[in-house]
């Protein structure tokens, strides 16, 4: 069965401080790995990571792929209280047009 | 990337009780996604809805309970039908488009 792991499931940071997100995962025909960033109801966006893409950068946040351990990571730097938010870690498998497979998330907490 | 307007945000409704959850997108795609997200859980993928044929189930999911209509490319509704406080959860419908994944606004029901 197709799975995604995501870990801590919370976590609480001073604003200025850096965060490491992991996500793992066991999917058959892996095709991509998302992040996403959920505040109220409905997920925003943040990174898309293939195997012709396996870093990504926007401002203080970025993202690595390791296609070998199955796993990524989602990095925030100098965190402020704008980034507390549940994060979500989503796999693509199999053929195109197939729905995503979401793991629980991280529910990241900054404080001021 | 899509734009998908979303209704209702939120509804309480009595036990027993249906709501018609609507979806509109504003452009033509094939495949629509309806998720659910319990309190404190991960979106499960409840089911996905073809054009012109019928909805298909995930695990655990029936027609009866969440009946799915998609009449065209740009709509689609999911049925909460004869609820109990264990529907309370957040409803998602999302859809892919040149590869990317969007979210509906969500609807949060309460059922008491």
């Known amino acids: 069965e197709d799975k995604v792991v995501q870990s801590p499931l919370s976590l609480v940071v001073h604003e200025g401080d850096t965060v490491t997100l992991n996500c793992s995962y066991e999917v058959t025909n892996f095709r991509s790995l998302l992040w996403y960033k959920q505040e109220k109801k409905a997920p925003t966006f943040l990174f898309m990571l293939?195997?012709?893409?396996i870093e990504k950068k926007s401002g203080r946040l970025s993202s690595i792929l390791d296609k070998k351990e199955l796993s990524s990571i989602l990095n925030i730097t100098a965190t402020q209280t704008g980034d507390s938010a549940i994060y979500l870690c989503?796999?693509?498998?199999?053929?195109?047009?197939?729905?995503?497979?979401f793991g629980k998330g991280t529910t990241l907490s900054v404080s001021s | 990337s899509a734009v998908i307007s979303q209704k209702p945000s939120r509804d309480i409704c009595q036990r027993g009780t249906s709501l018609t959850i609507q979806c509109q997108v504003d452009?033509?795609?094939?495949?629509m996604f309806w998720y659910r997200q319990q309190p404190g859980q991960s979106l499960t993928l409840i089911a996905t809805a073809n054009q012109g044929s019928e909805a298909t189930y995930e695990s655990g999911f029936v027609i009866d309970k969440f009946p799915i209509s998609r009449p065209n490319l740009t709509f689609s509704t999911l049925t909460v039908s004869n609820m109990s406080p264990e529907d309370s959860s957040i409803y998602l419908c999302?859809?892919?488009?040149?590869?990317?994944?969007?979210f509906g606004s969500g609807t949060r029901l309460t059922v008491v």
């Open positions: 989503a796999v693509k498998a199999n053929q195109a047009g197939t729905a995503l497979i």
């Open positions: 999302s859809v892919v488009v040149d590869y990317g994944y969007t």
């Open positions: 293939t195997s012709s893409g």
């Open positions: 452009s033509q795609v094939t495949m």
